[in-house]
């Protein structure tokens, strides 16, 4: 039933690790998106994806690689993680078009580093 | 790069009040939207504002869009519990429309 669904919803790990975290929206949307909230709730977009291609890749350090294996799916991979990571990550996907505000958010993964 | 300052950044309010919150840009924006996000949930759109001035409600909510594309405003009417949670204007950035900027965030906190 969830229209966008991400996992884990809470990823504890050590600094220095690389963590995935796994992203699926059942919307049939074409634009899927990668966005950050810090400890200050400021949110942030990261990344964005059109039927698989990359088309927004804002200011992010190239430790974090989103892959889209099709359009449905759109995951995230940080290497070499490091304390400034800790936050939470949000999937989002939206229709064709002039659709941005039917923006749809998963529930979001806390990333702690430690 | 355009930026989104809500306030005020917090509000302690008692049930059955109501909120009036803001938002401004020192940039135009040609859409204004009004996100809710629960605890541990990701935002979820409350209004879409389209055009300078239009004023749009959803059940106790209104919203505004301020006639110089600058700035847009949220009101709560009778506020309940269930309004908890930190309210987040945002716009698509000019010149791309695919990237939606938010702005620094209203918490609301509603006691009984």
Known sequence: DTAVSQTPKYLVTQMGNDKSIKCE?????????????????????????????????????????????????????INSLELGDSAVYFCASSGTGSAIEKLFFGSGTQLSVL | GQQLNQSPQSMFIQE?????????????FNTW?????????????????????????????????????KDSFLNISASIPSDVGIYFCAGPALGNTDKLIFGTGTRLQVFP
């Not at chain 1, 400890?39 to 977009?45: G, N, P, R, V, Y």
């Not at chain 2, 059955?16 to 135009?28: F, H, L, P, R, Y």
């Not at chain 2, 996100?35 to 239009?54: H, N, S």
């Open chain 1, 25 to 77: 929206q059942n919307l049939g949307h074409d634009t899927m998106y990668w966005y950050k909230q810090d400890s200050k709730k400021f949110l942030k977009i990261m990344f964005s994806y059109n039927n698989k291609e990359l088309i927004i890749n804002e200011t992010v350090p190239n430790r974090f690689s989103p892959k889209s294996p099709d359009k449905a799916h759109l995951n995230l991979h």
């Open chain 2, 33 to 69: 939207l009004w996100y809710k996000q629960d605890p541990g949930e990701g935002p979820v759109l409350l209004i879409a504002l389209y055009k300078a001035g239009e004023l749009t409600s959803n059940g106790r909510l209104t919203a505004q869009f301020g006639i110089t594309r």
């Open chain 2, 16 to 28: 059955g009040e109501d909120v009036s919150m803001n938002c401004t840009s020192s940039s135009i």
